[in-house]
């Protein structure tokens, strides 16, 4: 295949992956928004005076229907991927909106509202919007290695932070995640001392790894496959389905930069 096809394919792996992701994170607002968790939030105007000419983005019934807006942008993304029109200033406009879903919570709290996850969507979505409107080729390639760019730092650097720390190369550090109540850890999940300790190493060889996913796209696969299982593991131990979501929705970027670096190499 030739560059311009895998990039075509990897954006819209990633596009379709990001409008799910996106959907998910709407429903998930919807249902905080009818048990009411978030009225408290929607409702303050503690930090009126900081938002300046934002303050009108900002006011309670803007907020309220973000998730609304999510859901809807979320579904343009994913018709517009499933029709396969590329370039198309409809996925560009639908990535860029739900991008700035994402920047408008975060300046509300002051904070992103599920972590990681949220700027990793973010970084996905603002390149998408790039990678999808009829622009210069260089850019959109550039706009989705900039994706892969930062996914692999983020393993990387996750990875050399537990590198450092003792405890991790004894399984202790990962017993400490395994006991806090807030993750909900399953009673039934093994943790023998043992198991803990090949856990944690294997972690710490998946994520100091991350830049053997550039060295051939069969590389990118084979560690995106790995990736994605250690995504699942933790949405199914710790309950970061965000994540899990998040991170698949980047990882189409590694082959096309694997097949890009194949490609100048030769």
Not at 6 to 35: I, K, P, S, T
Not at 74 to 80: D, M, P, R, S, T
Not at 216 to 245: E, K
Request: glycine fraction near 6%.
């Amino acid at each position: 295949m030739n560059n311009d096809a895998v990039f075509e394919d990897a954006v819209r792996m990633v596009q379709c992956l990001a409008a799910v992701a996106m959907f998910v994170v709407g429903l998930e607002w919807q249902a905080l928004q009818r048990r009411g968790t978030l009225n408290a939030v929607w409702s303050a105007d503690l930090l009126r005076e900081e938002w300046g000419w934002r303050r009108v983005l900002m006011a309670p019934a803007t907020t309220r229907v973000i998730p609304l807006m999510q859901l809807l942008l979320a579904a343009v993304l994913l018709l517009a991927a499933w029709l396969e029109v590329r370039p198309s200033t409809v996925s560009a406009v639908a990535a860029g909106g739900l991008a700035a879903t994402l920047w408008h919570t975060a300046v509300r709290v002051r904070s992103t509202m599920n972590g990681g996850s949220d700027g990793m969507l973010f970084v996905v979505l603002l390149a998408l919007a790039v990678a999808t409107v009829p622009v210069a080729q260089a850019l959109r390639h550039g706009a989705l290695l900039f994706v892969a760019a930062q996914l692999v730092m983020s393993y990387l650097r996750a990875g050399w932070v537990k590198a450092r720390e003792h405890d991790w190369w004894t399984g202790h550090a990962l017993r400490s995640f395994l006991s806090i109540p807030a993750y909900g850890v399953p009673r039934w999940l093994p943790q023998a001392p043992v198991l803990l300790r090949t856990a944690s190493f294997g972690v710490l060889l998946f994520e100091l790894a991350a830049p053997v996913a550039l060295v051939s796209p069969a590389a990118a696969v084979a560690y995106a496959a790995v990736a994605w299982c250690f995504h699942f593991a933790t949405a199914v131990v710790f309950g970061l389905n965000r994540f899990l979501l998040a991170w698949s929705a980047a990882l189409p970027s590694l082959w096309f930069a694997a097949h890009l670096l194949q490609a100048r190499r030769h």
